[in-house]
């Protein structure tokens, strides 16, 4: 599948980039190194780093363990949507080495940096929706998050049942076995990292069962220290999950296929993303600013490599710019709109002749 080609950008194509360019041009801001991103990726650091201090060190009671531990995971989950987001994108700064160190912070966090970026950065924004090509609606056989995906009799029930199992998805990025096994011993037709991203990755790993667990357990019974992991971690899951689905399996959105000969897509490259993305609530500046902006998901998946900070400036110009050229520009006013137009598509998936609303 990564040979899938898109049709050659046509004016609207021009125009929408152009506008982008004009907007910097004229505000004089720049679209990376931002002093409020800077801002945000300390304040992240820090509420993080105060959070770990008050659950490990200060911790009596059940009752502060719980919300120590709440107040943790909230902390570890800006990170993932704030820091490391624009990091593995390119987007934080125009210096690599702080792209670098900000998208290491995922490893920190129990991720992978390397995998993110060759699975996430390349796997899923350049082919997004589509069947066999985007990773991340692939959900083995729990879920069917595509009309060619194949239908089983319980995905009837998975608008029921998949909410919980989102709150599992971080415990399989921290005990992802086979990442371990691909950092060691890549196949051929995947990723091939180099010495130093296999020190990293296994670095990483080391830092994060050694904040996660080992010392913990230093001041806490062991299966209180389990507990609080795993209440945390399914609870960040969830947010993060739901976040993400948010934005591409839809009744509003579309899930494209490439021509089995040629693995052409008709559309061009932008206008597929504005076919397969939908964003939510973007007017709720808090949630913008706690989100790293990926409620804006349209303006995320056509400008990658600019800060999210500028997003909801930019959402107008690529609004507009829809309007003129006749482009369907898909958004959810509300947060609870969003998920109940997930909800309809995770029920219609889950019949089996059933395809969402394009």
Not at 69 to 96: C, E, Y
Request: hydrophobic fraction near 40%.
């Amino acid at each position: 599948m990564n040979k899938i080609t898109f049709a050659k950008a046509t004016t609207f194509s021009e125009e929408l980039q152009k506008n982008v360019e004009e907007y910097f041009k004229t505000t004089g801001e720049k679209k990376r190194d931002n002093p409020l991103m800077f801002f945000k990726a300390a304040l992240m650091f820090a509420w993080c780093g105060a959070a770990y201090y008050l659950l490990i060190f200060t911790t009596n009671t059940w009752v502060e363990a719980i919300g120590y531990t709440l107040f943790l995971s909230f902390a570890v989950l800006g990170i993932g949507l704030n820091v490391q987001h624009d990091g593995n994108h390119g987007a934080f700064s125009k210096r690599k080495w702080v792209n670098y160190i900000m998208g290491y912070s995922l490893d920190i966090i129990g991720g992978s940096s390397f995998f993110w970026r060759k699975k996430h950065n390349i796997a899923h924004h350049t082919y997004t929706n589509i069947q066999g090509a985007d990773d991340d609606i692939d959900l083995g056989i729990f879920a069917r998050m595509a009309p060619e995906q194949p239908w089983r009799r319980f995905h009837r029930f998975q608008h029921i049942y998949l909410w919980f199992l989102y709150g599992l998805m971080f415990f399989r990025w921290h005990f992802d076995f086979e990442a371990f096994r691909k950092s060691l011993f890549p196949p051929k037709d995947g990723p091939q990292p180099g010495t130093w991203d296999r020190i990293t990755f296994l670095g990483g790993k080391i830092i994060f069962f050694n904040l996660a667990f080992i010392i913990p357990m230093l001041y806490h019974p062991w299966w209180g220290v389990l507990v609080c992991y795993a209440f945390g971690i399914f609870s960040i899951s969830a947010v993060t999950a739901i976040v993400f689905s948010l934005a591409h399996t839809m009744d509003e959105t579309e899930f494209p296929l490439p021509n089995p000969q040629t693995l052409h897509i008709p559309s061009e490259w932008m206008k597929h993303q504005l076919q397969t993305t939908v964003n939510f609530s973007p007017n709720n500046p808090l949630l913008t600013f706690y989100l790293g902006g990926l409620n804006y998901q349209v303006e995320h998946h056509l400008f990658t490599r600019i800060s999210h900070i500028h997003y909801p400036k930019l959402a107008p110009i690529v609004q507009e710019t829809c309007k003129k050229f006749g482009i369907h520009y898909r958004v959810n006013t509300t947060l609870w709109g969003a998920i109940q137009s997930h909800y309809q598509f995770l029920k219609k998936m889950g019949q089996p002749h059933m395809q969402p609303i394009a």
